[in-house]
């Protein structure tokens, strides 16, 4: 068995000067290389059973001499390196080859056996002045051992006096074991200060006393770090504080104590959480905690926070690394709970005050004697535009408009008495006509229908349009298909649109030229005017335009679409507004212009498809666009992201006909159909945009799109557009008295201002940008003052980011905290890259992309942070890619489920899948999407695609009902235990959900209504619900039959017959009343956690099958339950024989199923803790886990359960598990490209984790059973298959396809983190044994113990007098 991927919580990370990154996730050590761009070069796991916590390199100088005498040492540097790592009771030397070329060759070797010490490791330090291979460890109860890494034993060990238990420990070492001093952080919130070697002889077996105490903190200490330069000791605790301490002089030669009275220099407050990690720099204090945030303090500045660094998901931060570099540069790296890794680079120059932006804001001392209304800020839209070069436009109460440029504001235009006490101001930057140069345009509107458009840098050039004869209610510029339009929402819901376009004249003045467009028509409600539009570019449907309303609609118009006459008497008065225009010469429109705007604006475009209040009734506040999907945000607080169709989903099937119709006459209709729903933080309902993040893609996908530049230049205009995948974007919008940028997935705030709340005019830079660049500077308008969060003079911290708040990710995190549940989806098969593509790498890029060929298994993880992961795990190279995360979830995520669909022709072919994913979890909350995972051309992985389908919650249920007055309401605290699918049906599914109120609920999912239903429900229990299972039974006459099993606390297990309720076509509200049980069994003597089953048909002369049930519960007890079914023909044809011994159940009817208890057998004490999953592979092999970390696998058979294997897991507290079988495809001759359908385990808990070792089956038994996790298939578009197979089969088939098909297994356990191991299928004894043989040598151990008085010691006396 082998490890194929690993995401772990990361438990240390160390930098190797400014060269490589180390890393710790379990017990896997992987080394990063940070130059030229910073990618994983090599990883191994070292520690078997234990947790990295810590990397130690051996000084430079001990391993340039050992390579002085092997031979020459090289000038570039060394060619390997010598680390300590150690973590839990092990310690083991592992040395990293580096490469002549730049170290891009990084090789990992372990040189010696696993050193078990006899208590937990906190520190290693090597001893630098010996030229043996001597290591000073520091141990939990307060003591220090010197270990030989040659020998594997104790030279010496040393006890302090205060003996009590150290949640960290700080080795300082010099040349020898006398001038050891270790410093310790107790459990009694102290940090004590002793010496090894100090009160004797060092190996006497008397206590060293403690010489000095710091005293100050309220809680543990974590984590301590020490600076030699400035004698600085700096302390991280449980009380949410870091302290520096004065401590003077520790460590060197003699081991010296420091001062007498060390003194708390700063504390430092900061942290929202527990502070997990601290370092120190010359200037600087990093600090990183169960927050989630690093954060740099400046020392000098009066420790206020100059940097927050976030990018990790829940869970917090669990080790902190800082190079040594220079004091104006150096690296920063994070490693996360959630498994992931960050890389940043820091500057001197960007590492200024927060507080600027957080506390204080600067008011940009507006002039005018009038009040600022409007703020806007121009050149926003050009790329080269940086914050400095920026100009703020406002507009006054009085139609007057400022600009604030260079510190100075300056008067641009006086709008006339029009314009006074309302007005609407927009400004943009456009390109002049045959011209390389940009002008901003500034367009005002007033309460009369007038709108000035006129260039900020010539204010007289301006012209005047008509937009009828009411309020202009917003105006709004976008780029549209002829050029930029300006959109101006006028009265009766009519928006009036003009193209813009800028000119030189002869004498090099520029001239506007408006050009009028049909304008829009409003669907009819109470607040009628346009709050957002886009303009959608589509070679087939023309210029297509999206808007948002006040009502809170999202409208579709088309350019040259639906027509209609305009409404209402305005003509006569648009011409007499018109004629005054003219008369009084303002602007530079030709009669002719005004005359053909009257003519256009007497026409209306029709919406072609309306969401009517979507966003509810306050307002759609923006819309964009961005790879294919539309993006729109509200004041309703959520965010929905939809797309434009021919096709709507919901009602394909009733109006097929018609499009059919419709088709022939070239009439398709464009529809807008919303795919999901993204809620912010609670108490954020104001959102005004979203803001699309730059894709976080690996170094290594980065560099290979670099070489498809070329290629995909001439592919850009051809993707379809059924290719969108959904970005990765944050919300801006008021949180109360703030301004927020807030991260929907990181549960985080990116950015927060105090400006006041809503209702106010406001801009951010940068808005326009296609791509947020994660940082940004507020404007807007408070008490009559124009302020700033940042001052436009300065540049800001911006320069020499790497683009994203979140540094680099060097690895994915998922889910931060403990995951409940996993499903796997299915797999995908990806095509490999054209041959342009791969021409342009190098022969080892080429070769990862050809490694990265072959099938992706992608699964659904659901945790305790509200959210549902979707991952692309590839076995190969052990990359796993985050494709998508949901967190409509508003509790935790319990259980999932899927009805998965494969596309492709051939099972080894596909390339898409098309999953229904069931999610339910606490407060009675349960969500159906469907998931469209492909292949992604560009990236070479997967892409999924969510579909929000329905969602459902009890508490909403219950405010529905009639008369709920005279019902007792549900309780709001119900949580869904475990949800099952019980059938499938052309319009509708079936569930059927366990609830911790005691009741059994079955639901009905309609994907075509978008809506779920409860149909029943039944308290039989009368306590907890904690698990169900179906099984589908199929008589002789293809009679189907299922079968519900629902477990409770009581430890009984119930059997409800569910044919009438799976075969009932009425899926309403009033659907007749739930059934009673057909059969309960006493299994457990407390609750049963998880449920499996799989049923056997025992053929045509004994009748009826064999239901085989199998328990596992808190009492720590497996049960596996046979329960004998019979139908109903084979009683009346007196098939029941071998059943006299057992009476029938007197509530059964002659025409149900009889259920009979078979046979029982059980294992008392299966596992040391209790059982939270069981599944069955197949009848005769049980897999089993717990939260004593183990994996266990049975064998099930007539005579009772044997045990087989188990499997220690890295997993605390396991909490599913999820098994389905497969086998390695069938591959044609000559190709090496072999595809393997796992056969897999997957246990969930507070990590992931697999392990089984599958044997090889008999075709005959394979088909005659089949579980019921079964359902639905892997491939395939195929209703759910039968749990009953019948027996038969031609032998020879058999034999040819178990020589086609070779097993293999898989082991999937998730949690916080991720593992998948890889149990291979050895075709010769040869190769088994080299794999046992290096085996034997990764987990050779050795217990390290304590010797008589040695060498080292006698010498060390000696010395010392001299």
């Given at each position: 068995m082998?490890?194929?991927?690993?995401?772990?919580?990361?438990?240390?990370?160390?930098?190797?000067?400014?060269?490589?990154?180390?890393?710790?996730?379990?017990?896997?050590?992987?080394?990063?290389?940070?130059?030229?761009?910073?990618?994983?070069?090599?990883?191994?796991?070292v520690?078997?059973?234990?947790?990295?916590?810590?990397?130690?390199?051996?000084?430079?100088?001990?391993?340039?001499?050992?390579?002085?005498?092997?031979?020459?040492?090289?000038?570039?540097?060394?060619?390997?390196?010598?680390?300590?790592?150690?973590?839990?009771?092990?310690?083991?030397?592992?040395?990293?080859h580096?490469?002549?070329?730049?170290?891009?060759?990084?090789?990992?070797?372990?040189?010696?056996?696993?050193?078990?010490?006899?208590?937990?490791?906190?520190?290693?330090?090597?001893?630098?002045?010996?030229?043996?291979?001597?290591?000073?460890?520091?141990?939990?109860?307060?003591?220090?051992?010197?270990?030989?890494?040659?020998?594997?034993?104790?030279?010496?060990?040393?006890?302090?006096?205060?003996?009590?238990?150290?949640?960290?420990?700080?080795?300082?070492?010099?040349?020898?074991?006398?001038?050891?001093?270790?410093?310790?952080?107790?459990?009694?919130?102290?940090?004590?200060?002793?010496?090894?070697?100090?009160?004797?002889?060092?190996?006497?077996?008397?206590?060293?006393?403690?010489?000095?105490?710091?005293l100050?903190?309220?809680?543990?200490?974590?984590?301590?770090?020490?600076?030699?330069?400035?004698?600085?000791?700096?302390?991280?605790?449980?009380d949410?504080?870091?302290?520096?301490?004065?401590v003077?002089?520790?460590?060197?030669?003699?081991?010296k104590?420091?001062?007498?009275?060390?003194?708390?220099?700063?504390?430092?407050?900061?942290?929202?959480?527990?502070?997990?990690?601290?370092?120190?720099?010359p200037?600087k204090?990093?600090?990183?905690?169960?927050?989630?945030?690093?954060?740099?303090?400046?020392?000098?500045?009066?420790?206020?926070?100059?940097?927050?660094?976030?990018?990790?998901r829940?869970?917090?931060?669990?080790?902190?690394?800082?190079?040594?570099?220079?004091?104006?540069?150096?690296?920063?790296?994070?490693?996360?709970?959630?498994?992931?890794?960050?890389?940043w680079?820091?500057?001197?120059?960007?590492?200024k005050?927060?507080?600027?932006?957080?506390?204080?804001?600067?008011?940009?001392?507006?002039?005018?004697?009038?009040?600022?209304?409007?703020?806007?800020?121009a050149?926003?839209?050009?790329?080269?535009?940086?914050?400095?070069?920026s100009?703020?436009?406002?507009?006054?109460?009085?139609?007057?408009?400022?600009?604030?440029?260079n510190?100075?504001?300056?008067?641009?235009?006086?709008?006339?008495?029009?314009?006074?006490?309302?007005?609407?101001?927009?400004?943009?930057?456009?390109?002049?006509?045959?011209?390389?140069?940009?002008?901003?345009?500034?367009?005002?509107?007033?309460?009369?229908?007038?709108i000035?458009?006129?260039?900020?840098?010539h204010?007289?050039?301006?012209?005047?349009?008509?937009?009828?004869?009411?309020?202009?209610?917003?105006?709004?510029?976008?780029e549209?298909?002829?050029?930029?339009?300006?959109?101006?929402?006028?009265?009766?819901?009519?928006?009036?649109?003009?193209?813009?376009?800028?000119?030189?004249?002869?004498?090099?003045?520029?001239?506007?030229?408006?050009?009028?467009?049909?304008p829009?028509?409003?669907?009819?409600?109470?607040?009628?005017?346009?709050?957002?539009?886009?303009?959608?570019?589509?070679?087939?449907?023309?210029?297509?335009?999206?808007?948002?309303?006040?009502?809170?609609?999202?409208?579709?118009?088309?350019?040259?679409?639906?027509?209609?006459?305009?409404?209402?008497?305005?003509?006569?008065?648009?011409?007499?507004?018109?004629?005054?225009?003219?008369?009084?010469?303002?602007?530079?429109?030709?009669?002719?212009?005004?005359?053909?705007n009257?003519?256009?604006?007497?026409?209306?475009?029709?919406?072609?498809?309306?969401?009517?209040?979507?966003?509810?009734?306050?307002?759609?506040?923006?819309?964009?666009e961005?790879?294919?999907?539309?993006?729109s945000?509200?004041?309703?607080?959520?965010?929905?992201?939809f797309?434009?169709?021919?096709?709507?989903?919901?009602?394909?099937e009733?109006?097929?006909?018609?499009?059919?119709?419709?088709?022939g006459?070239?009439?398709?209709?464009?529809?807008?159909?919303?795919?999901?729903?993204?809620?912010?933080?609670?108490?954020?309902?104001?959102?005004?945009?979203?803001?699309?993040?730059?894709?976080e893609?690996?170094?290594?996908?980065?560099?290979?799109?670099?070489?498809?530049t070329?290629?995909?230049?001439?592919?850009?205009?051809?993707?379809?557009?059924?290719?969108?995948?959904?970005?990765?974007?944050?919300?801006?919008?008021?949180?109360?008295?703030?301004?927020?940028?807030?991260?929907?997935?990181?549960?985080?705030?990116?950015?927060?201002?105090?400006c006041?709340?809503?209702?106010?005019?406001?801009?951010?830079w940068?808005?326009?940008?296609?791509v947020?660049?994660?940082?940004?500077?507020?404007?807007?308008?408070?008490?009559?003052?124009?302020?700033?969060?940042?001052?436009?003079?300065?540049?800001?911290?911006?320069?020499?980011?790497?683009?994203?708040?979140?540094?680099?990710?060097?690895?994915?995190?998922?889910?931060g905290?403990?995951?409940?549940?996993?499903?796997?989806l299915?797999?995908?098969?990806?095509?490999?890259?054209?041959?342009?593509?791969?021409?342009?790498?190098?022969?080892?890029e080429?070769?990862?992309?050809e490694?990265?060929?072959?099938?992706?298994?992608?699964?659904?993880?659901?945790?305790?942070?509200?959210s549902?992961?979707?991952l692309?795990?590839?076995?190969?190279?052990g990359?796993?890619?985050?494709?998508?995360v949901?967190?409509?979830?508003?509790?935790?995520?319990?259980?999932?489920?899927?009805?998965?669909?494969a596309?492709?022709?051939?099972?080894?072919?596909?390339?898409?899948?098309?999953?229904?994913?069931?999610?339910a979890?606490?407060r009675?909350?349960?969500?159906?999407?469907?998931?469209?995972?492909?292949?992604?051309?560009?990236?070479?992985i997967?892409?999924?695609?969510?579909i929000?389908?329905?969602?459902?919650?009890?508490?909403?249920?219950?405010?529905?009902?009639?008369?709920?007055?005279?019902t007792?309401?549900?309780?709001?605290?119900?949580?869904?235990?475990?949800?099952?699918?019980?059938?499938?049906?052309?319009?509708?599914?079936l569930?059927?959900?366990?609830?911790s109120?005691?009741?059994?609920?079955?639901?009905?999912?309609?994907?075509?209504?978008?809506?779920?239903?409860?149909?029943w429900?039944?308290?039989?229990?009368?306590?907890?619900?904690?698990?169900?299972?179906?099984?589908?039974?199929?008589?002789?006459?293809?009679?189907?039959?299922?079968l519900?099993?629902?477990?409770?606390?009581?430890?009984?297990?119930?059997?409800?017959?569910?044919?009438?309720?799976?075969?009932?076509?009425?899926?309403?509200?009033?659907?007749?009343?739930?059934p009673?049980?057909?059969?309960?069994?006493?299994?457990?003597?407390?609750?049963i956690?998880?449920?499996?089953?799989?049923?056997?048909?025992?053929?045509?002369?004994?009748?009826?099958?064999?239901?085989?049930v199998?328990?596992?519960?808190?009492?720590?007890?497996?049960?596996?339950?046979?329960?004998?079914?019979?139908?109903?023909?084979?009683?009346?044809?007196?098939?029941?024989?071998?059943?006299?011994?057992i009476?029938?159940?007197?509530?059964?009817?002659?025409?149900?199923?009889?259920?009979?208890?078979?046979?029982?057998?059980?294992?008392?004490?299966?596992?040391?803790?209790?059982?939270?999953?069981?599944?069955?592979?197949?009848?005769?092999?049980?897999?089993?886990?717990?939260?004593?970390?183990?994996?266990?696998?049975?064998?099930?058979?007539?005579?009772?359960?044997?045990?087989?294997?188990?499997?220690?897991?890295?997993?605390?507290?396991a909490?599913?598990?999820?098994?389905?079988?497969?086998?390695?495809?069938?591959?044609?001759?000559?190709?090496?490209?072999?595809?393997f359908?796992?056969?897999?385990?997957?246990?969930?808990?507070?990590?992931?984790?697999?392990g089984?070792?599958?044997?090889?089956?008999?075709?005959?038994?394979?088909?005659?059973?089949?579980?019921?996790?079964?359902?639905?298939?892997?491939?395939?578009?195929?209703?759910?298959?039968?749990?009953?197979?019948?027996?038969?089969?031609?032998?020879?088939?058999?034999?040819?396809?178990?020589?086609?098909?070779?097993?293999?297994?898989?082991?999937?356990?998730?949690?916080?983190?991720?593992?998948?191991?890889?149990?291979?299928?050895?075709?010769?004894?040869?190769?088994?044994?080299?794999?046992?043989?290096?085996?034997?040598?990764?987990?050779?151990?050795?217990?390290?113990?304590?010797?008589?008085?040695?060498?080292?010691?006698?010498?060390?006396?000696?010395?010392?007098?001299?």
């Amino acid at each position: 068995m082998e490890a194929a991927a690993l995401v772990a919580p990361v438990t240390a990370v160390h930098f190797i000067q400014d060269r490589f990154l180390l890393t710790g996730e379990g017990p896997v050590l992987t080394v990063y290389s940070l130059e030229p761009r910073p990618k994983a070069s090599a990883s191994l796991s070292v520690l078997q059973h234990y947790r990295i916590h810590g990397v130690r390199p051996r000084r430079q100088a001990a391993v340039t001499a050992q390579k002085t005498q092997d031979g020459p040492s090289s000038t570039t540097g060394p060619d390997f390196y010598d680390l300590a790592v150690f973590g839990g009771k092990a310690v083991r030397l592992v040395r990293l080859h580096v490469g002549l070329h730049d170290g891009d060759h990084l090789h990992l070797e372990v040189l010696g056996p696993l050193m078990e010490l006899q208590d937990w490791a906190l520190d290693v330090h090597w001893l630098s002045g010996d030229k043996d291979s001597l290591l000073c460890v520091a141990l939990a109860h307060n003591s220090a051992l010197l270990l030989d890494v040659n020998t594997g034993t104790a030279l010496v060990q040393r006890s302090c006096l205060e003996g009590c238990l150290l949640y960290s420990a700080l080795l300082l070492v010099h040349e020898s074991w006398a001038d050891v001093v270790l410093v310790g952080g107790t459990v009694f919130n102290q940090l004590v200060v002793w010496k090894p070697d100090g009160g004797g002889d060092s190996y006497s077996k008397c206590k060293a006393p403690v010489e000095r105490r710091l005293l100050g903190h309220s809680g543990v200490i974590f984590n301590i770090s020490y600076l030699q330069e400035r004698g600085w000791l700096a302390s991280a605790s449980d009380d949410r504080s870091v302290r520096v301490w004065g401590v003077g002089v520790l460590g060197g030669p003699g081991g010296k104590c420091g001062d007498l009275n060390p003194t708390c220099l700063r504390v430092l407050y900061g942290h929202q959480a527990r502070v997990f990690s601290v370092r120190l720099s010359p200037g600087k204090v990093f600090s990183a905690g169960e927050d989630g945030a690093c954060l740099v303090w400046d020392w000098a500045g009066g420790g206020k926070v100059v940097r927050t660094l976030k990018g990790h998901r829940a869970g917090g931060v669990r080790s902190l690394a800082v190079s040594g570099g220079t004091e104006e540069e150096r690296w920063v790296a994070t490693g996360g709970a959630d498994g992931g890794v960050r890389l940043w680079r820091l500057q001197e120059t960007e590492e200024k005050t927060e507080e600027a932006v957080t506390d204080k804001l600067t008011d940009l001392k507006f002039p005018g004697p009038s009040l600022p209304k409007v703020v806007c800020v121009a050149g926003e839209e050009d790329d080269n535009e940086s914050w400095s070069q920026s100009k703020i436009v406002v507009c006054t109460d009085q139609g007057t408009v400022y600009q604030y440029s260079n510190g100075t504001w300056e008067n641009l235009w006086q709008g006339t008495a029009d314009f006074h006490s309302y007005c609407v101001m927009e400004t943009v930057c456009i390109n002049v006509k045959d011209s390389t140069a940009k002008v901003n345009l500034c367009a005002v509107g007033n309460l009369s229908g007038s709108i000035q458009v006129f260039p900020i840098s010539h204010p007289h050039a301006g012209i005047l349009l008509s937009g009828g004869s009411g309020k202009i209610h917003s105006l709004i510029w976008k780029e549209g298909g002829a050029g930029m339009c300006l959109l101006a929402s006028g009265s009766e819901g009519i928006v009036y649109r003009w193209c813009i376009e800028v000119k030189l004249n002869d004498n090099q003045s520029l001239a506007l030229n408006a050009n009028p467009l049909l304008p829009f028509l409003l669907p009819p409600c109470g607040k009628r005017w346009l709050l957002a539009a886009l303009c959608l570019h589509s070679r087939s449907q023309g210029a297509l335009w999206v808007c948002g309303d006040r009502r809170g609609s999202l409208l579709l118009y088309q350019e040259g679409g639906e027509v209609e006459p305009k409404k209402g008497d305005d003509a006569q008065a648009q011409e007499g507004e018109d004629e005054e225009n003219r008369r009084e010469g303002v602007g530079k429109s030709s009669v002719m212009e005004q005359g053909k705007n009257s003519e256009v604006h007497e026409l209306q475009l029709q919406p072609l498809s309306c969401l009517f209040g979507v966003h509810g009734k306050q307002g759609v506040t923006s819309v964009c666009e961005y790879r294919g999907l539309l993006y729109s945000s509200g004041r309703d607080g959520c965010v929905r992201v939809f797309r434009v169709q021919q096709t709507p989903r919901a009602k394909h099937e009733e109006n097929s006909k018609n499009i059919a119709e419709k088709t022939g006459e070239n009439h398709q209709r464009l529809q807008l159909e919303v795919l999901r729903v993204q809620r912010a933080c609670k108490g954020m309902e104001w959102l005004e945009k979203v803001l699309i993040l730059q894709p976080e893609i690996p170094e290594e996908e980065k560099a290979r799109e670099e070489g498809e530049t070329c290629s995909k230049t001439g592919r850009e205009d051809a993707q379809p557009e059924n290719e969108a995948r959904e970005a990765r974007f944050v919300i801006a919008g008021f949180h109360a008295v703030h301004f927020v940028v807030w991260d929907p997935v990181r549960q985080e705030r990116l950015l927060e201002v105090p400006c006041g709340g809503g209702h106010r005019s406001w801009v951010l830079w940068p808005s326009h940008k296609r791509v947020w660049p994660g940082y940004g500077a507020l404007v807007f308008i408070k008490h009559g003052a124009v302020l700033a969060s940042h001052p436009p003079g300065e540049e800001g911290n911006w320069a020499g980011r790497t683009g994203r708040t979140g540094g680099w990710g060097l690895r994915e995190g998922i889910h931060g905290r403990g995951v409940g549940c996993v499903c796997r989806l299915g797999m995908i098969v990806g095509s490999g890259c054209d041959i342009q593509t791969t021409a342009s790498m190098t022969a080892t890029e080429r070769k990862e992309v050809e490694r990265e060929q072959g099938h992706w298994e992608v699964l659904v993880t659901g945790g305790e942070d509200t959210s549902l992961t979707v991952l692309a795990v590839h076995p190969n190279s052990g990359n796993i890619k985050v494709l998508s995360v949901i967190t409509d979830h508003i509790s935790s995520v319990r259980t999932v489920t899927a009805m998965k669909h494969a596309g492709g022709e051939r099972a080894h072919q596909v390339q898409s899948l098309s999953t229904l994913l069931f999610s339910a979890g606490g407060r009675a909350q349960m969500q159906c999407y469907r998931l469209l995972i492909g292949w992604d051309q560009q990236r070479l992985i997967p892409s999924c695609q969510v579909i929000q389908v329905a969602s459902h919650r009890l508490d909403e249920q219950w405010e529905r009902k009639r008369n709920r007055h005279k019902t007792v309401k549900m309780d709001p605290e119900t949580r869904y235990m475990s949800i099952v699918v019980v059938d499938e049906r052309n319009d509708c599914v079936l569930l059927a959900l366990a609830c911790s109120d005691g009741a059994v609920r079955l639901f009905s999912v309609n994907e075509g209504k978008d809506r779920i239903d409860l149909l029943w429900e039944t308290f039989h229990h009368q306590r907890c619900v904690l698990s169900v299972a179906t099984c589908s039974l199929e008589d002789g006459k293809g009679n189907r039959y299922k079968l519900l099993f629902s477990a409770a606390t009581d430890g009984k297990i119930a059997v409800w017959d569910l044919t009438d309720a799976s075969s009932s076509k009425d899926t309403s509200l009033d659907a007749p009343s739930p059934p009673t049980p057909c059969l309960d069994i006493p299994a457990h003597q407390s609750g049963i956690n998880s449920l499996a089953v799989c049923a056997e048909e025992l053929g045509l002369e004994e009748g009826g099958c064999l239901v085989t049930v199998a328990s596992g519960g808190d009492d720590g007890q497996l049960t596996v339950s046979v329960i004998r079914v019979q139908y109903p023909e084979d009683m009346q044809t007196g098939g029941s024989r071998g059943l006299s011994q057992i009476s029938q159940p007197e509530f059964q009817s002659p025409n149900q199923l009889q259920l009979h208890l078979h046979g029982h057998s059980h294992i008392p004490l299966a596992h040391a803790a209790p059982i939270t999953a069981v599944k069955l592979l197949t009848p005769g092999l049980m897999v089993s886990t717990s939260s004593d970390q183990r994996v266990c696998l049975w064998r099930v058979s007539s005579t009772g359960i044997s045990h087989r294997e188990t499997l220690f897991s890295h997993v605390a507290d396991a909490a599913g598990l999820s098994v389905w079988e497969g086998q390695m495809m069938d591959s044609e001759e000559g190709d090496e490209n072999t595809i393997f359908e796992a056969e897999e385990i997957s246990v969930c808990g507070e990590g992931i984790e697999a392990g089984l070792e599958t044997e090889r089956k008999s075709a005959e038994e394979a088909e005659r059973f089949r579980t019921s996790d079964e359902r639905g298939g892997e491939t395939g578009n195929q209703t759910p298959t039968n749990s009953v197979v019948k027996r038969g089969g031609d032998g020879k088939d058999c034999c040819e396809s178990r020589k086609k098909r070779e097993k293999t297994g898989w082991v999937l356990v998730c949690g916080q983190g991720l593992q998948l191991l890889r149990v291979p299928n050895t075709d010769t004894w040869t190769e088994g044994s080299i794999k046992r043989e290096k085996n034997r040598k990764m987990n050779h151990t050795v217990k390290v113990t304590l010797q008589e008085k040695s060498e080292y010691v006698e010498s060390e006396n000696k010395s010392g007098p001299e």
